[in-house]
């Protein structure tokens, strides 16, 4: 662990820590539910546009970092998603 000059823990060891522990005393509910909560909170503070633009900004990351096969994979398991929902 890397401290500065006077011998004090960086704010990023302190919340790197402070998250281990944290994980440590909660589990996979716990988080699910803080996310659940983050996430309507954001949709009562954001319209319509907001989700597109995060949308599109998200798109246009992924397809500078994917190909073209990375596309039909994921398209072929949607598909065989779609079609075993259908099928039940």
Same mark, same amino acid.
């Given at each position: ?18 998250? /281990? !522990?944290? +994980?440590? $005393? #909660?589990?996979?509910? @716990? &988080?699910?539910?803080?996310?659940? =909560? %983050? *996430? ?19 798109? /246009? !990351?992924? +397809?500078? $970092? #994917?190909?073209?096969? @990375? &596309?039909?994979?994921?398209?072929? =398991? %949607? *598909? ?9």
């Amino acid at each position: 662990m890397a401290n500065n000059n006077d011998n004090k823990m960086s704010r990023e060891e302190a919340g790197r820590m402070g998250g /281990e !522990a944290t +994980s440590r $005393n #909660h589990d996979k509910e @716990f &988080y699910q539910e803080i996310g659940r =909560k %983050g *996430g309507e909170a954001t949709s009562e503070n954001h319209d319509k546009e907001f989700y597109q633009e995060i949308g599109q900004k998200g798109g /246009e !990351a992924t +397809s500078k $970092n #994917h190909d073209r096969d @990375f &596309y039909e994979e994921i398209g072929e =398991k %949607g *598909g065989k998603a779609r079609n075993n929902r259908n099928n039940d």
